[in-house]
């Protein structure tokens, strides 16, 4: 893969930490100042590591797929659209990128499929270039690797079309409910007041909505109430109950 002419930088390090949910949650170090607006690479030699970004977008030509939800994800995208396995593909942590030639319909691709297998990198946005490593809290060594380098394509017709048909999904009745405050008639005040601060989001999400009933169990031992029937009935506000 020709990447002679590509503007790129590097930067300091990559420091890893876990958040309070216990994800890894990375922080780059020493990234230059105006990187989106870079007309040619930018390279400080006295950086010990070796750790690079690559614009991506319409100034290096290229649109990149970033897929962070694992392996199974990835598997099944490569076999809707066979392309994904042909493209420059470089390994993650959680997953991979794929590079993409740009074209002027890419503009209209937005960043964010969190929801489907995570986000597209296009103009004013960077990806971390392969040989690049950084630590994890845990002491293991995470990098980025090519597994294929062949020359970026533009992506076929119908990813494009799925991209912006995802991008045009109607909104599912619980996202909806992602602005609404629960509202259900305790007869307890106490529990009325905490209740109804929960967005209705997270109950269908299975670790929060986990995490949110060990929060209620726990509480109510503290204060000798009987929490089960509260849980009960919260968890009915799911899609997923």
């Not at 020709?2 to 930067?11: K, L, S, T």
């Not at 100034?59 to 099944?76: A, Q, S, T």
């Not at 997270?202 to 929060?215: G, N, R």
């Amino acid at each position: 893969m020709n990447n002679m002419d590509w503007i790129m930088f590097n930067f300091d390090t990559i420091t890893s930490k876990y958040d309070d949910k216990g994800n890894v949650k990375k922080e780059f170090k020493g990234i230059p100042q105006g990187w989106q607006n870079l007309t040619e690479s930018k390279i400080n030699p006295y950086f010990k590591d070796k750790s690079y970004g690559i614009l991506t977008g319409e100034r290096n030509n290229i649109i990149v797929l970033d897929f962070d939800k694992g392996k199974e994800v990835i598997d099944k995208y490569i076999n809707m659209f066979p392309e994904l396995n042909e493209c420059p593909r470089v390994s993650t942590r959680k997953g991979g990128h794929f590079y993409f030639k740009w074209s002027d319909r890419c503009k209209n691709i937005p960043k964010n499929y969190s929801n489907y297998f995570g986000e597209v990198l296009g103009n004013g946005m960077f990806a971390v270039f392969p040989n690049t490593t950084y630590k994890l809290p845990d002491g293991k060594i995470a990098e980025y690797k090519w597994l294929n380098e062949n020359e970026p394509f533009e992506m076929s017709d119908e990813l494009y079309n799925h991209l912006m048909e995802l991008n045009k999904k109607p909104v599912k009745e619980k996202d909806k409910k992602e602005d609404k405050k629960i509202n259900l008639e305790f007869e307890d005040e106490y529990w009325r007041e905490i209740l109804k601060n929960i967005k209705f989001k997270y109950w269908d999400d299975y670790p929060t909505w986990f995490q949110l009933l060990c929060a209620l169990s726990s509480l109510g031992n503290e204060l000798n109430m009987d929490t089960e029937y509260i849980a009960q009935e919260l968890s009915k506000q799911s899609d997923k109950y």
